[in-house]
């Protein structure tokens, strides 16, 4: 028995001295780890500074409830059942009852408010027995963030998301998405928690081991302006024609700024939402609107010249074993090749292709791949569509490839593909990346700023660029485009109507399907903005013509833009200078700005923005409200240093 003893005497001080150090790290690793703590995500903001996407922060208040010694609970118990009483509506003694019963049933995570604003959020922590804090008082508090776009659903694909699955699969949709890793995400921070049995963590402190670093803000080309006129000029038009979908995109002529983006799609509902990025996403044969690019493809070459006489025969012609038919009954005769674009024949188009390149098609394909249409334009949000143009061995080949090639089929593109190629029209041939982005910042200091991309420098020679730019505006004033035409106000551009779903005739004849579509840009002589609608499957029962679908929602987005927008109208009130507030800004910026590890001076200031002041330094303090409104007193004296996790006592009224 006595040598038993000295052996469990012997155990005993070789696990407390020996392995001590080992067995309470062990212990400590189960009971207590850091655990991250997500950043503000930086926010997204339109063109003038419109926010456009934003984290609003959201907070869980707990308590622990046997955190506090007895007598300083029950001293306090009233006041906080009175506090949350008035704060929620039920009864003072309802409170106290299930405080008092959580704090019998040793419950240390018992849930008080959940998912509550900031402003909420401070009133809370000051009631009585949680404005003792963590230690004494038993406060828990714990942030989340959710995303939240002002603006609701108009351009909400575009703006995007970032988004994580339970198995931390992520899926980046639109700007948010694009730019979320490496700019708007931050960096977690970390915070010390506590295991206090089933499954549940307590924070050990009421601040951050690590403070999480917030995102930096991306500034978007958006115009709000614009986007909301471009929205609501779609969406009427999809309701009217009973559409599956449709998108449009403004774009700026000269930078190739993405001005406005509507991407809308009809539920089982009828109703129509932003569902899928389709003017960045989704390829498709564009139809006629390609027209434009294989004609001036053959004046570039110099196969053709404007004036040269077509043969579109009686509307029917035969190629290859295939009819090709015009939708004008009867034919358009021999007509020249500058009116076979104006009419959009495609009996003259393909004729023109067929004629000129058919002994030698690489020719024809090494104008578009120099022009860069058979490769993706590399565009900042995730998810472009590529874009398919068919070469010789290709199992899409054959003799009559070029022939509906030139006519907007048997290729693919997409919308903002298509968008990019017209606006180097209207740019003077140079051809640029369509850009979402303007800048990213932290505050007013620029991190990135993103400037033009030129692709091509001159897509073709002025000759070129000015025959065709006058078949444009001719379309509308006297081609396929002519109902757009407006005598106050010029526009030029190129209608188109595909067929779509038609690989089984039988069945597309019983019901027919349309891609309807207009690209162009506007004024005429002087391009500053470029545009392309393009609506899917429009009811042939109202109406499936490009001209009469696409076509209007292009005149009345160009038209809302110069005349139903205040571009040049000023805002006298918008100069007025108000030297309080002007102040007030001035005074609270160089404090954000100078303080960094000192104690500022927030006397004056409102509560809100001393305490935003004090927990953004660079040094973590803790900061206690007394009040409401403007502070009169501070516990710590300006400009004195201030140490980590220092308690800063502010009084307001």
Known sequence: MFVFALAVVFKLCSIQFI?????RELAEKRTVKDFDIEPNRGNVYSADGSLLATSIPKYDIRIDAIQAKKNVFEERIDGLADSLSAYRGKSASYYKNVIRKARKNKNRYFLLARNISYSDYIRVRNFPLLNLGAIKGGLIV??????????????????????????????????????????????????????????????????????????????????????????????????KYEAEHGCVVVMDVRTGEIKAISNLGRNKEGKYYERLNYAVGESHEPGSTFKVIAMMAALEDKVIDTSTVIDTKNGVKYFYGRTISDSHRGGYGKISAARTLEVSSNIGLATIVDDNYSKQPEKFLKRLSKWKLDEPLGVSIVGEGQPDIPKPGASNWSKNALPSMAYGYNLTMTPLQTLAFYNAIANDGELIKPRFIKAVKSFDKDIEVFEKEVLVDEICSDRTLAQIRDILKNIVIRGTGSRMY????????????????????????????YISSFAGYFPAENPKYSCIVVIHKPSTKVGYYGADVSGPVFKRIAQKIYTDTPIIDEVQTLDFNNNLVNQDFE?????????????????????????ALLENLQVNVKVKLNGNGIIKKQSVDKHQKLQPNQTIVLEAS
């Open 19 to 23: 392995q001590g150090d080992q067995y």
């Open 142 to 239: 714990e942030q989340t963030t959710r995303r939240e776009h002002p603006m609701g659903g108009i351009a909400s694909r575009s703006i995007g998301y970032e988004r994580f699955d339970k198995d931390s699969n992520v899926t980046r949709a639109g700007i948010d998405g694009a730019f979320g890793e490496k700019y708007l995400r931050g960096i977690k921070g970390t915070r010390l928690k506590q295991k206090i049995g089933n499954g549940q963590w307590k924070p050990i402190a009421d601040y951050d081991q690590i403070e999480p670093q917030d995102g930096y803000d991306v500034y978007t080309t958006i115009d709000v302006n614009i986007q909301d006129i471009a929205h609501h000029s779609l969406l009427g038009q999809l309701e």
């Open 486 to 513: 407006s005598e106050t106000f010029s526009m030029a551009g190129k209608t188109g109507t595909a067929r779509t779903d038609y690989a089984n005739f039988e069945e597309w004849n019983k019901d027919k399907k």
């Open 587 to 611: 005074s609270y910026y160089e404090n954000a700005r100078k303080y960094k590890e000192l104690m500022p001076s927030v006397v004056g200031m409102p509560a809100m923005d001393a305490i």
